[in-house]
């Protein structure tokens, strides 16, 4: 799962440092960056692989997203 995220190995998003520390947490470990304190989880940035739900939940909430847009953008003009 590294291999898919960082290929080239650890590389933080903020800083593009390569130094980085381990934490673990209680659901996953995470990254911390030690040049800029920069935390990144393997998940992050793929929310569909950050969890077990089936995939047909996350439409039902991305359409519900969407619905609530719809309805919210008149008032915000
Ligand atoms: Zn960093």
Request: aromatic share 10%; with cysteine.
């Amino acid at each position: 799962m590294v291999q898919a995220r960082w290929p080239d190995g650890f590389r933080c998003r903020r800083c593009e440092g390569k130094e980085y520390g381990l934490i673990h947490g209680r659901r996953h470990k995470r990254y911390q960056c030690r040049s800029c304190r920069h935390e990144a989880t393997l998940t992050a940035g793929t929310i569909l692989g950050a969890t077990k739900l089936p995939l047909t939940t996350w439409f039902l909430a991305f359409y519900l997203v969407g619905q609530a847009k719809t309805l919210a953008s008149p008032h915000s003009l």
